[in-house]
């Protein structure tokens, strides 16, 4: 018996197995005393190995992704958010809008649970085994603009367009230069109808005209964009400022919804790839 655990620690040294090697002697005790069988003890060392595996698997691609601090749905506070549908967004969380290479839009004002929503939904297809990036569209078009510069365009737009997920944070909230919305354009364009985007927004569709410095630009973007998308808006005042809504200017406290036009009338099948032109 000494030698064939001798033989099966250096087995799961040889595979790289350290949790089922850490639990291997707890493990034959309880074979020995007759409390689990042969299987079961072979069932409880994978098990311990696999689930260490998975949980750093796990906190290495939520940290690549940038989905730190975790948010999950289960921490989302839908009751100070009613006219949120709960029910929609458990259904997004199945992830089918991944398979089917959808963007989800979340639009409403600022401190509304857009960002932890896009980010929980992150997290769950991290969990499920999906490759996910999340960044701001500064952080995004900054990196595209630096990309350009070094004569790595093309590549940079590869490494964005490779995720299963990419979850573009913060639309509206800083200006955007005419050359930084045309280099979004290309990265938009390269995952049209082939990966799945999360876009959260405090500003309205009509509004993306001055958003992106140019309306020609925009509206390219809305053509991919309102294709194959979910729209969720989220009305309701600042859950960070909950507590100090005497504080707030009354406009700001009464925000009006924001409306989504319809989708642009399309006029055939868009180019795979370039920059939208005037």
Do not use: C
């Not at 040294?13 to 299987?39: N, Y």
């Not at 963007?103 to 649970?113: C, D, E, K």
Request: proline share 6%; charged share 25%; glycine share 8%.
């Amino acid at each position: 018996m000494t030698a064939t655990l001798d033989r099966i620690r250096g087995a799961l040294v040889g595979l790289k197995m350290p949790r089922a090697l850490e639990a291997l002697d707890h493990t034959m005790q309880k074979l020995e005393q007759g409390e689990i069988s042969g299987i079961e003890a072979l069932d409880a060392l994978l098990s311990e190995e696999y689930a260490t595996r998975e949980t750093r698997r796990i906190d290495v691609a939520l940290k690549t992704a940038k989905l730190m601090p975790i948010k999950t749905l289960e921490g989302f506070d839908f009751t100070f958010q009613p006219s949120l549908d709960r029910e929609r967004i458990a259904a997004l969380a199945q992830l089918d809008f991944i398979r089917r290479a959808e963007v989800v839009h979340f639009l409403g004002p600022p401190g509304t649970g857009k960002s932890h929503l896009a980010t929980a939904l992150g997290v769950a297809a991290v969990k499920a085994g999906k490759q996910v990036y999340r960044a701001t569209l500064a952080e995004l078009i900054n990196a595209l603009v630096k990309a350009e510069r070094e004569g790595r365009l093309a590549e940079k737009i590869r490494f964005y367009a490779r995720a299963s997920l990419l979850i573009v944070d913060e639309i509206g909230y800083l200006p955007i230069t005419q050359g930084g919305a045309n280099l979004f354009f290309q990265l938009v364009n390269a995952r049209y109808e082939k990966g799945a985007m999360i876009l959260t927004s405090n500003r309205g569709f009509a509004e993306w005209g001055d958003v992106f410095g140019d309306p020609v630009v925009a509206t390219a973007l809305l053509d991919r964009l309102l294709h194959h998308a979910v729209v969720v808006q989220i009305e309701g005042a600042s859950y960070h400022l909950r507590g100090h809504a005497d504080l707030i200017p009354e406009h700001t406290r009464t925000n009006a919804p924001i409306t989504p036009p319809p989708p642009p009338k399309r006029r055939g099948r868009p180019p795979k790839n370039g920059a939208a032109s005037h």
